[in-house]
């Protein structure tokens, strides 16, 4: 049901499985962004339908699960352009990260990337933008050491299989809920507020107040 709503492109086996696989590896990866932002909503004792209204409103970020929808655009560019070369160092160039790639809990590749990357190379239609997303990595690994991302490997199924850049968003957001929906349970069952840590400020300090003067040293009109 969920590959009629983001293509009208029919399906082999080897693309269901790519998206089942998909599926099945965003559903929950440590405390991400969002669900960091879920379990503070559920410590707050929001119901359900809010804490995952918390969640989907952190994914939406560039830096989350909107990540593949840039990576997916850029993966397109590569192919009208014919190489990633002009690509990347137009990303560099503007001071952008190149989407799709590095992420800070795996120094080397992702290994949800991996495994989809796998299933991928099974797809011939693939065959493009599989071979753009390599061309991605080999050319900024010239300049700096980052490697690719399970939103390049989302990238790729989307972009070769019709979908709009926005599905990898989809995709994610359809998998992570039930990740969600585990934690905000789970955390119902904690203390409440537990999720409340403290402020320091750290801004100049305000004026130390003067004595309010007395009524005797008031002067007189």
Do not use: C
């Not at 969920?2 to 998909?22: C, M, N, S």
């Not at 399970?150 to 019709?162: C, I, K, M, R, Y």
């Amino acid at each position: 049901r969920l590959w009629a709503r983001l293509t009208g492109i029919q399906p082999d086996e080897a693309a269901l499985h790519a998206l089942d696989t998909a599926l099945a590896l965003l559903v929950d990866h440590d405390l991400a962004a969002s669900t960091l932002a879920v379990r503070v909503a559920a410590s707050a004792r929001a119901h359900p339908y809010a804490a995952v209204s918390a969640g989907l409103g952190v994914l939406e970020g560039p830096l989350h699960g909107a990540a593949s929808g840039l990576a997916h655009r850029m993966l397109l560019e590569v192919l009208d352009r014919g190489s990633a070369a002009p690509v990347v160092a137009d990303e560099l160039r503007a001071g952008r990260r190149v989407p799709g790639l590095g992420h800070r809990l795996y120094p080397g590749e992702d290994p949800r990337a991996q495994a989809l990357f796998a299933l991928l190379e099974a797809m011939p239609k693939a065959g493009p933008a599989l071979a753009a997303a390599h061309d991605v990595v080999a050319t900024t690994a010239r300049h700096t050491d980052l490697r690719a991302n399970v939103d390049l490997a989302l990238a790729v199924l989307t972009a070769s299989t019709g979908m709009p850049a926005e599905a990898g968003e989809t995709i994610f957001a359809v998998a992570r809920t039930a990740g969600w929906i585990a934690h905000a349970l789970e955390e119902y069952e904690e203390r409440p507020l537990r999720m409340r840590p403290s402020g320091q400020y750290v801004g100049l300090r305000p004026p130390r107040p003067q004595p309010m003067p007395s009524s005797e040293d008031a002067p007189v009109a």
